[in-house]
């Protein structure tokens, strides 16, 4: 059949069941859940893949869960993505008032554009040459380290973030090519294309004193949150070293400062990633962060534990697989309605995806307000859910009609920079 007929098709589709699509970004936005606790966002997305009656997996790195088309096994594979995780912002409006949580970073309608863009699919999928697999990650945000760590030394995990999870469990070992989307919070455009992300470490850091009162003996304590204050101190000295095209971020946060007001603290703890733009930068910045961290502890002869966790790989997308995409997006909005990107300093895992296997992503429009902030809220919900759900969509149809030409060499000219296999060790071998 015709790619332009099956585009009409799963364009009414999409247009059809638009408002089943919003009811069902709303429910999640309604109920916003922390990584790895994404229980009751991943129950209601099982619901709809009974109801749409797709074969699907579900608990893949605890809450997450695979949904297919076909589950005929036949063609390349596609996977559309949809990130389950919130963020914790109490003093949003309209954070949850039991959790505080919300979805400031929009991740709900991904989820929308993702469940959209399958049900749209659906309607053509036997005239598709390929599957069509839909991928529910959790944990995109890489937040609560020493929670997550803790999972990790119970055995529950290894890795902090859900797409890092599902490549270490074979999740993606029957998937060939990743396709997702995130909102963007100025754009303009309906559709944002291209760019690329800051890579990071992740960090726990412990500073050990001794307590004793801290009117009447502080002499008697050595005094962990002045060691603490001395570290981020150092590190801010070593800022101005950072070079501009390695668009290194650093920002530390003290979870814990202390035990009680009238001792010294003797237990000070921190969480901070270390962030740029190739694993090079990342490694030389973290080097030096470390130091200054050692030295705020040597200063007042306290001691300090640095644990360092892989965090997210650099994020490129497939220049292969950006034209279709691109090409495919024009052809839905038209090329004045197209963001082309540039780099960002923000982080995600989608990064490890792009370094496995062809990757991308697309923005959508229809916020306001700044991400992870109190005034981040969806203004317009067809912008921002059925518009990428369309995209992902056609994207898919151009990807897969005609025997699946376009995805196969898509596959064929991709090199990946990390060999699936061998993704759990190297992630682990990279910072020590
Ligand atoms: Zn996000």
Same mark, same amino acid.
């Given at each position: 059949?015709?790619?332009?007929?099956?585009?009409?098709?799963?364009?009414?589709?999409?247009?059809?069941?638009?408002?089943?699509?919003?009811?069902?970004?709303?429910?999640?936005?309604?109920?916003?859940?922390?990584?790895?606790?994404?229980?009751?966002?991943?129950?209601?997305?099982?619901?709809?893949?009974?109801?749409?009656?797709?074969?699907?997996?579900?608990?893949?790195?605890?809450?997450?869960?695979?949904?297919?088309?076909?589950?005929?096994?036949?063609?390349?594979?596609?996977?559309?993505?949809?990130?389950?995780?919130?963020?914790?912002?109490?003093?949003?409006?309209?954070?949850?008032?039991?959790?505080?949580?919300?979805?400031? #970073?929009?991740?709900?309608?991904?989820?929308?554009?993702?469940?959209?863009?399958?049900?749209?699919? !659906?309607?053509?999928?036997?005239?598709?040459?390929?599957?069509?697999?839909?991928?529910?990650?959790?944990?995109?945000?890489?937040?609560?380290?020493?929670?997550?760590?803790?999972?990790?030394?119970?055995?529950?995990?290894?890795?902090?973030?859900?797409?890092?999870?599902?490549?270490?469990?074979?999740?993606?070992?029957?998937?060939?090519?990743?396709?997702?989307?995130?909102?963007?919070?100025?754009?303009?455009?309906?559709?944002?294309?291209?760019?690329?992300?800051?890579?990071?470490?992740?960090?726990?850091?412990?500073?050990?004193?001794?307590?004793?009162?801290?009117?009447?003996?502080? !002499?008697?304590?050595?005094?962990?949150?002045?060691?603490?204050?001395?570290?981020?101190?150092?590190?801010?000295?070593?800022?101005?070293?950072?070079?501009?095209? !390695?668009?290194?971020?650093?920002?530390?946060?003290?979870?814990?400062?202390?035990?009680?007001?009238?001792?010294?603290?003797?237990?000070?703890?921190?969480?901070?990633?270390?962030?740029?733009?190739?694993?090079?930068?990342?490694?030389?910045?973290?080097?030096?962060?470390?130091?200054?961290?050692?030295?705020?502890?040597?200063?007042?002869?306290?001691?300090?534990?640095?644990?360092?966790?892989?965090?997210?790989?650099?994020?490129?997308?497939?220049?292969?697989?950006?034209?279709?995409?691109?090409?495919? #997006?024009?052809?839905?909005?038209?090329?004045?309605? $197209?963001?082309?990107?540039?780099?960002?300093?923000?982080?995600?895992?989608?990064?490890?995806?792009? #370094?496995?296997?062809?990757?991308?992503? $697309?923005?959508?429009?229809?916020?306001?307000?700044?991400?992870?902030?109190?005034?981040?809220?969806?203004?317009?919900?067809?912008?921002?859910?059925?518009?990428?759900?369309?995209?992902?969509?056609?994207?898919?149809?151009?990807?897969?009609?005609? !025997?699946?030409?376009?995805?196969?060499?898509?596959?064929?000219?991709?090199?990946?920079?990390?060999?699936?296999?061998?993704?759990?060790?190297?992630?682990?071998?990279?910072?020590?």
């Amino acid at each position: 059949m015709d790619k332009t007929i099956l585009r009409e098709k799963v364009l009414e589709e999409i247009d059809r069941r638009a408002n089943e699509i919003i009811e069902y970004a709303t429910a999640i936005w309604k109920y916003p859940e922390l990584g790895f606790k994404e229980f009751k966002t991943a129950e209601l997305t099982e619901k709809k893949y009974e109801a749409a009656g797709w074969r699907y997996e579900k608990g893949i790195a605890i809450t997450g869960s695979k949904a297919y088309l076909k589950g005929d096994g036949s063609g390349p594979s596609i996977g559309v993505v949809g990130e389950l995780d919130a963020l914790h912002i109490p003093v949003h409006p309209e954070a949850h008032p039991a959790t505080g949580n919300v979805h400031a #970073c929009g991740h709900h309608s991904q989820m929308a554009a993702m469940l959209g863009a399958g049900y749209g699919l !659906d309607a053509v999928k036997e005239q598709l040459d390929g599957e069509v697999v839909m991928v529910t990650v959790p944990a995109e945000e890489y937040i609560e380290i020493d929670y997550r760590n803790r999972l990790r030394e119970e055995g529950k995990l290894e890795f902090f973030g859900g797409k890092q999870e599902f490549i270490r469990l074979g999740a993606m070992d029957d998937v060939d090519i990743v396709l997702g989307s995130h909102s963007a919070m100025d754009q303009e455009e309906l559709i944002g294309v291209g760019g690329s992300n800051n890579g990071f470490v992740g960090k726990l850091v412990r500073y050990i004193g001794r307590e004793s009162h801290a009117g009447g003996a502080p !002499d008697k304590g050595i005094n962990a949150l002045n060691a603490a204050i001395l570290g981020l101190m150092g590190i801010h000295a070593n800022r101005e070293t950072f070079r501009d095209q !390695d668009t290194i971020r650093v920002h530390p946060i003290i979870t814990k400062g202390g035990e009680i007001v009238n001792n010294v603290p003797a237990d000070v703890r921190m969480e901070s990633y270390v962030r740029g733009k190739t694993v090079e930068a990342v490694m030389d910045a973290n080097r030096k962060v470390n130091n200054a961290l050692r030295a705020g502890a040597m200063a007042v002869g306290a001691e300090v534990e640095i644990q360092d966790h892989p965090g997210y790989m650099p994020y490129t997308r497939d220049p292969n697989l950006e034209k279709v995409v691109i090409a495919s #997006c024009e052809g839905l909005v038209g090329k004045d309605q $197209i963001k082309h990107r540039e780099h960002s300093t923000g982080s995600t895992d989608m990064g490890d995806f792009s #370094c496995i296997m062809p990757t991308s992503s $697309i923005g959508m429009a229809g916020t306001e307000g700044a991400g992870h902030s109190r005034d981040l809220k969806v203004v317009d919900p067809v912008k921002q859910y059925i518009w990428p759900a369309k995209a992902l969509a056609v994207t898919v149809v151009d990807l897969l009609a005609d !025997d699946a030409k376009e995805v196969k060499q898509v596959i064929n000219g991709f090199k990946p920079t990390i060999n699936r296999k061998e993704y759990t060790e190297f992630m682990k071998k990279m910072v020590l």
